[in-house]
């Protein structure tokens, strides 16, 4: 399974964007899609999680209420909606693919390149 993320950008705070996680493979549907983050100096760390079938998600709390993840099997993509951004949401964003819907970056056996946020203030 190969993963390409897009969509990051510069931002100003309050303000929105839509992260994109294409894949390859046919077996998309069958993996639980995660997405994560890493600010410069700190470690990669859990923002939000998706079931194989879309029904169930899983977030962060400094996310909760503001991002939103989705997928889309028919395309092989995988969403995170991210509004009313904030400078501490500045990161490298990753999306990676999983057997189980887990938080753990350990659980994820396949990663995207990344693609970066900024958020100004």
């Known amino acids: 399974v190969q993963l390409q993320a897009s969509g990051g950008g510069l931002v100003q705070a309050g303000g929105s964007l839509r992260l994109s996680c294409a894949t390859s493979?046919?077996?998309?549907?069958?993996?639980?899609m995660g997405w994560f983050r890493q600010a410069p100096g700190k470690e990669r760390e859990f923002v939000a999680a998706?079931?194989?079938?879309?029904?169930?998600?899983y977030y962060t709390g400094s996310v909760k209420g503001r991002f939103t993840i989705s997928r889309d099997n028919a395309k092989n993509t995988v969403y995170l909606q991210m509004n009313s951004l904030k400078p501490e949401d500045t990161a490298v964003y990753y999306c990676?693919?999983?057997?189980?819907?887990?938080?753990?970056?350990?659980?994820?056996?396949?990663w995207g390149q990344g693609t970066l946020v900024t958020v100004s203030s």
């Open positions: 493979g046919r077996t998309f549907s069958s993996y639980a």
């Open positions: 990676a693919a999983g057997n189980s819907l887990r938080v753990d970056v350990g659980s994820y056996d396949y």
């Open positions: 998706v079931s194989w079938n879309g029904i169930v998600t």
